[in-house]
T-cell receptor
Framework: DAGVIQSPRHEVTEMGQEVTLRCKPI?????LFWYRQTMMRGLELLIY????????DSGMPEDRFSAKMPNASFSTLKIQPSEPRDSAVYFC????????????FGQGTRLTVV | AQSVTQPDIHITVSEGASLELRCNYS??????LFWYVQSPGQGLQLLLK??????LVQGIKGFEAEFKRSQSSFNLRKPSVHWSDAAEYFC??????????????FGKGTHLIIQP
């Protein structure tokens, strides 16, 4: 397996625009996590899914953020409208089972909102 | 809610010297404990994890960590560092659960610099 695949690797957008980040988890993994990494706040869990169902979205900062997982092999994180403070590296991770199994991380999407 | 403290933002170690990165956690019981490493521009890779049992756990790349319940610590060690160990290191915790799953709560990270 190629690992967790995220796209794009880099995204630069203007404030107010919609941004969609994509993630393909490792095949067979039942859990998918979205994290955000900033200098100020470090790595924060935004939301996670189990079998395509959102389990905990308490980390999603605002209603401008939404995440979907329409099938086992694809998830999106959308920001609409984007703001400069959303600039960060967004990581997707997947794991075979829950917290007791290793989470494999993608290489991240570096988002810059100008 | 659980929290993780990595008191050292930066650590500089000479190549070949020993290394210890500190991690303290706050949680009502014994959480699951992890150490991840992040190389520049890369995602995170799991070095090792502790769930229960032997408090000294071995990981990849020659790393080990020791869980000390009395100190709420899970420090990472390596007897002899290599230049390739230069990276960002994250300690993380998760609440043990039987049914559901929680994501990881990360510390702010320790940036490891290796001097030649």
């Amino acid at each position: 397996d190629a690992g967790v695949i995220q796209s794009p690797r880099h995204e630069v957008t203007e404030m107010g625009q919609e941004v969609t980040l994509r993630c393909k988890p490792i095949s067979g993994h039942d859990y998918l996590f979205w994290y955000r990494q900033t200098m100020m706040r470090g790595l924060e869990l935004l939301i996670y899914f189990n079998n395509n169902v959102p389990i905990d979205d308490s980390g999603m900062p605002e209603d401008r953020f939404s995440a979907k997982m329409p099938n086992a092999s694809f998830s999106t994180l959308k920001i609409q409208p984007s703001e400069p403070r959303d600039s960060a590296v967004y990581f997707c991770a997947s794991s075979l089972e829950g917290v007791g199994t290793e989470a494999f991380f993608g290489q991240g999407t570096r988002l810059t909102v100008v | 809610a659980q929290s993780v403290t990595q008191p050292d933002i930066h650590i500089t170690v000479s190549e070949g010297a020993s290394l210890e990165l500190r991690c303290n956690y706050s949680y009502g019981a014994t959480p699951y404990l992890f150490w991840y490493v992040q190389s520049p521009g890369q995602g995170l890779q799991l070095l090792l994890k502790y769930f229960s049992g032997d408090t000294l756990v071995q990981g990849i790349k020659g790393f080990e960590a020791e869980f000390k319940r009395s100190q709420s610590s899970f420090n990472l060690r390596k007897p002899s560092v290599h230049w390739s160990d230069a990276a960002e290191y994250f300690c993380a915790v998760a609440a043990p659960s039987g049914g559901g799953a929680d994501g990881l709560t990360f510390g702010k990270g320790t940036h490891l610099i290796i001097q030649p």
